[in-house]
């Protein structure tokens, strides 16, 4: 009978550790290797140093003398490759960029996991990397993020005060906000199980969802931020934009909603020409 009594907290215990498991493996983004250095003229593989001493690794691609820069960030499961179709009409408007894999991602280090905050601090390593550069001008550095990484550019942005310019691009108003989405698409119900995962996964990465939430940090980022949100965005819903605009600080943050999807918008020619005079009115 003794045996008997220790055997159900052992098996409690024993579940509850593989449904952490569980958690994390259904959670990690998936690695993307990028494809080879850009065929065109100018681009340089670079490599610059993260926290936990980690090495994140991009592509640069200069633009001249103390030229305004850019650091641009994919995705949860993204790489620099997918953010490619900005880098043409970005450059030729005069920008040096910067696009980078975040930990865990295309050809950057690997850690023991990716999250939201970890993004955040990638993107921080990029910025501060063009502040090196003597091609860059260091007052002059704007961030773009998309998805995760534009909740990563509003969180880093209301942590710092030298940005330009932030650019997020189909951000999520809240992280329980998206977590519950995926909750309900993977058929999880909410109670018990869905609030244990909310649960268990700001415990993981060390960050209260509501300290992160892009709907909260906002209200912090001093520069001008640009919001771009596809009209037809089935994985965050416009409503999440529109709650972040409502969230913003006045005439500081903008909403730009063009035809597309989450991560495809079917106009960017003339959805791009708004984005740079964007840029161009706030690294004048």
């Not at 250095?37 to 140093?49: C, I, R, S, T, Y």
């Not at 930990?103 to 390593?125: I, N």
């Amino acid at each position: 009978m003794s045996s008997l009594y220790w055997l159900f907290p052992l098996g409690g215990f024993l579940l509850l550790l593989a449904v952490n498991r569980l958690i994390r493996v259904g959670l990690a983004a998936p690695r993307i290797p990028a494809a080879a250095l850009p065929a065109e003229a100018g681009w340089q593989d670079v490599a610059f140093a993260t926290a936990n001493r980690k090495t994140l690794r991009g592509w640069f691609l200069p633009a001249g003398e103390r030229a305004p820069a850019l650091a641009i960030l994919h995705g949860w499961g993204g790489n620099t490759e997918m953010m490619l179709p900005l880098a043409g009409p970005l450059h030729a408007a005069g920008f040096a960029l910067l696009l980078f894999d975040a930990r865990c991602h295309g050809r950057s280090d690997g850690d023991d996991f990716a999250s939201l905050p970890r993004f955040a601090e990638d993107l921080g390593a990029a910025v501060d990397w063009l502040r090196t550069r003597p091609e860059v001008d260091p007052g002059r550095i704007g961030v773009i993020g998309h998805s995760v990484g534009a909740g990563a550019a509003l969180l880093l942005g209301s942590r710092r005060n030298d940005l330009r310019a932030l650019v997020s691009l189909a951000a999520f108003g809240h992280p329980a906000w998206m977590m519950r989405r995926w909750l309900r698409a993977k058929g999880v119900p909410y109670w018990p199980l869905g609030a244990y995962v909310l649960r268990y996964v700001q415990w993981v990465i060390g960050h209260r969802f509501d300290d992160i939430a892009p709907v909260n940090t906002v209200r912090r980022v001093a520069c001008p931020v640009l919001l771009v949100h596809g009209d037809a965005d089935d994985i965050v819903p416009l409503a999440d934009a529109q709650a972040i605009l409502a969230a913003g600080r006045g005439d500081g943050v903008r909403l730009l909603v063009v035809p597309g999807s989450h991560d495809r918008y079917t106009d960017l020619e003339r959805s791009i020409e708004q984005l740079l005079a964007f840029l161009e009115e706030a690294c004048r």
